[in-house]
């Protein structure tokens, strides 16, 4: 048996979209074609691949155990043709990334139309969520994380830094008190993210402390809780680049300069733990670290 590679680019897309037609469409096919394909498929394979109505196309349990194989398959090939040609428009298939929301809007987003132009047979989905994804359930092929990482069997490389600040709006320092130390922490209004109401930080010479942050507002969103600063509310603890634009406008100033932000954060590229990197990946990472270490407010 003989696998056709446009046959398998099709069952994928089709998998990704649910619906034969509109996958056909990208590459040029009738939905009547594209389902003519798709039925050699399944005859080829001997089994039964999609569960089809009028209004709806998922995949049987033997067609999501295929659609593993058939992108292992299509990487191969594209991982081959990568490394023969050395050319990056050579680089083919769809790239799934996923990141929390401020950080892909800043600082994923502005960068996707270039690597596009460099890689045109590339295709990017970018999904924008708060919360910790699920690789593999997800079908992702990468998870841009911040933070320090759990252990797991995940692949992980280091993109940039992503230095924390302490900062408060002048409004809010008018009526207080400017803090010279953290120990002062206790006698102001802390915004916290989460249930983080310990705040670390390492003082000049070297020494680790953890200090009480108590406060009238807490929130899960890092955006909530940059406005509530903004507003005059309070001190906050925020990612460096989370605050760029306030910090040259001057409606957010840095306190405690002297002192790091503990543990220190990093920007990270997660990925499965699978041996193989498809080109697509292994460029896109290149890329976009090559982009965040330029970067002032990760540095």
């Known amino acids: 048996m003989s696998l056709d590679l446009k046959?398998?680019?099709?069952?994928?897309?089709?998998?990704?979209?649910?619906?034969?037609?509109?996958?056909?469409?990208?590459?040029?096919?009738?939905?009547?074609?594209?389902?003519?394909?798709?039925q050699s498929l399944e005859t080829d394979v001997g089994v039964q691949l999609f569960h089809r109505t009028t209004r709806r196309l998922s995949l049987t349990s033997d067609g999501e155990t295929f659609l593993g194989h058939a992108k292992r398959i299509l990487d191969n090939v594209d991982e081959a043709l990568s490394e023969t040609q050395r050319d990056p428009r050579a680089i083919k298939g769809e790239l799934r990334i996923a990141s929390s929301a401020s950080f892909g809007r800043r600082h994923i987003a502005p960068y996707v139309s270039e690597f596009l132009d460099e890689h045109p047979g590339v295709s990017i989905q970018l999904s924008l969520n708060d919360m910790v994804v699920d690789l593999v359930n997800g079908g992702f092929d990468l998870s841009?994380?911040?933070?320090?990482?759990?252990?797991?069997?995940?692949?992980?490389?280091?993109?940039?830094?992503?230095?924390?600040?302490?900062?408060?709006?002048?409004?809010?320092?008018?009526?207080?008190?400017?803090?010279?130390?953290?120990?002062?922490?206790?006698?102001?209004?802390?915004?916290?993210?989460?249930?983080?109401?310990?705040?670390?930080?390492?003082?000049?010479?070297?020494?680790?402390r953890d200090y009480k942050a108590t406060g009238n507002f807490a929130s899960n969103s890092a955006e909530a809780i940059t406005e509530a600063a903004r507003a005059g509310l309070g001190i906050a603890r925020k990612c460096k680049w989370e605050v760029t634009e306030e910090l040259a406008a001057g409606t957010l100033i840095q306190i405690f300069e002297e002192y790091t932000v503990m543990p220190e954060w990093s920007v990270f590229a997660v990925r499965s733990p699978s041996r193989h990197l498809p080109a697509r990946v292994r460029e896109f990472i290149e890329f976009l670290r090559e982009k965040l270490q330029s970067e002032p407010s990760l540095t």
């Open 144 to 208: 841009i994380r911040l933070g320090e990482l759990a252990p797991s069997s995940l692949k992980a490389r280091r993109l940039a830094a992503s230095p924390r600040i302490v900062v408060a709006a002048p409004t809010y320092l008018a009526g207080h008190d400017m803090p010279k130390a953290p120990e002062e922490l206790i006698n102001h209004n802390c915004l916290v993210r989460g249930d983080a109401r310990a705040w670390k930080l390492r003082d000049p010479d070297g020494k680790v």
């Open 7 to 38: 046959s398998l680019e099709l069952f994928v897309r089709a998998a990704f979209l649910g619906a034969i037609g509109k996958a056909g469409a990208e590459v040029g096919l009738s939905r009547t074609a594209a389902t003519q394909r798709i």
